[in-house]
């Protein structure tokens, strides 16, 4: 059994970045990583919303899950949702699919972090959940693509990857390079799409 005082402070400690405190109440309090706050967040989702990825890191290194969905009332956002929509933290989004972050689970509204993106107007984002999976060809609760999102909202740098060439069988794009992980880490840079997949 773990403490519930232990876990009730990890969703602090987390909130304020504490990454040693974290570390703490995991190892030595037994406190909870699945330990859920009144919306149904985890420590996972409040480290994800505040964009801290060191604290992050360690959550998920320790065993968070990174595909808890919170309570449906309250949107049913896994911490990649969390993390698109309220951070904006690239470093951030690439550390959670390379720790096997499902970009395809949908909250309770249907969307998916990758509709909460294009929503967001974020390209860097879009390619990069697009690099690692997301579907193109996934409807939100009212039968919306993504790609509708993006032409509402006039978002043309992004309509080439959410459409046709995907469409017509061609495997997503390759995971992005070292050189290009390094280029956006942690920085807003402009957009260019890249070669694979992005136009002829």
Request: charged letters at 20%; proline letters at 6%.
């Amino acid at each position: 059994m773990y403490c519930d005082a232990a876990s009730e402070m990890l969703l602090i400690a987390a909130n304020q970045g504490d990454v040693e405190q974290c570390q703490t109440l995991v190892l030595e309090a037994r406190a909870s990583l699945e330990h859920r706050n009144g919306l149904g967040e985890t420590c996972l989702h409040i480290a994800a919303a505040r964009g801290l990825v060191s604290v992050t890191e360690l959550l998920l290194a320790l065993g968070a899950d990174p595909n808890v969905s919170s309570y449906h009332p309250y949107g049913g956002f896994t911490p990649l949702h969390v993390a698109v929509r309220k951070c904006g933290s690239i470093r951030l989004v690439q550390t959670l699919l390379e720790r096997h972050a499902d970009a395809n689970i949908p909250d309770a509204f249907g969307k998916t972090p990758l509709h909460h993106a294009v929503a967001s107007r974020d390209p860097i984002v879009v390619e990069l959940l697009v690099r690692h999976g997301a579907a193109i060809e996934c409807a939100d609760s009212i039968g919306k693509f993504p790609r509708d999102y993006a032409a509402d909202l006039c978002f043309s740098q992004v309509i080439p990857l959410l459409s046709q060439q995907l469409l017509e069988g061609e495997a997503p794009p390759p995971p992005l390079t070292f050189k290009q992980k390094m280029e956006l880490d942690g920085k807003r840079v402009i957009w260019k799409p890249s070669k694979v997949g992005v136009g002829k």
